[in-house]
Structure formats: C-alpha cells, structure tokens
C-alpha cells in the first residue's frame, strides 16, 4: 500500500448532495429551539404564582401511581394534570431538571456566595457577594 498519496474519505459530492437537508429559511426542523419550562408552560395557561406553587406542594409528595390516578381524573384541574404528568416524565425518564425546576419554584434558588481575596494597588481587598450587589470591605 503506497502512503505517499493519501485518499480522500467520504462522500466526494457531499455538499452537493446535502443541499436537500440544509437549514434554511424554509427548511427548518419541527421541534425548533428548547422546551419550554414547566413554570412558563403553566404561567402561559393563566396560572398564577401562587396557584403552581400550592399545586406542587401537594403533588410533590404523591406516589406514582397517585400521580397517575390524579392525571387520569378527568374532573382534576388542568394544573394538577400537567404538574403530575411533569414528575411522571422526570421519574420515568431519570431527568430531574423538571424536578429541580418544580423545586425552585417551591423553595426558591439557594444563594450563591462568593469570596475574592486579593490586592488592588498594595491594598488587601476582600469581595463577598450574595446574589447581585457585591460588598467592598
């Protein structure tokens, strides 16, 4: 086998015969983007703050099969139906971003803290930040 000449591997008309499959201003694929979150989702359907909230304090704590049961209920209100049916896809799927979504919106984002030591012009500097006003000691 001669390595002086390298082949070339692949489709030699590639870009040719791609030009059916390219993004374009027409040719845009079906589920565009990311999901919606499941706060927004609800938010969107005139749910208030207040409302998801109380709906996922209760629901956090069925079992699956309450779950089902409350998504099968046909007399069950919407938010309830779409709050059981998020925790049965992050169980079945094993993707708790739902969960730590649903828990956020329970409990709130844990704060960020940090802490940046240094020196600025021969002068000790300490920055302690929770959230987004930084303090200068």
Known sequence: MDRSSPKKAGNPNLAEDSKGTRFSSDNQPLNRGRKPKIYNVLKELGYSQDDIRIAF?????????????????????????????????????????????????????????????????????????EGADPEIL
């Open 57 to 129: 304090n209760e629901i956090a704590f069925y079992t699956e099969a309450q779950l089902q049961e409350l998504y099968d209920n046909e007399e069950a209100p919407a938010i309830t139906k779409v709050v059981a049916k998020a925790l049965q896809n992050a169980i079945k799927s094993g993707n708790y971003s739902q969960v730590k979504d649903i828990l956020e919106q329970l409990i709130g984002r844990a704060k960020e803290t940090k802490e940046i030591n240094g020196n600025l012009l021969g002068a000790s500097v300490i920055i302690k930040s």
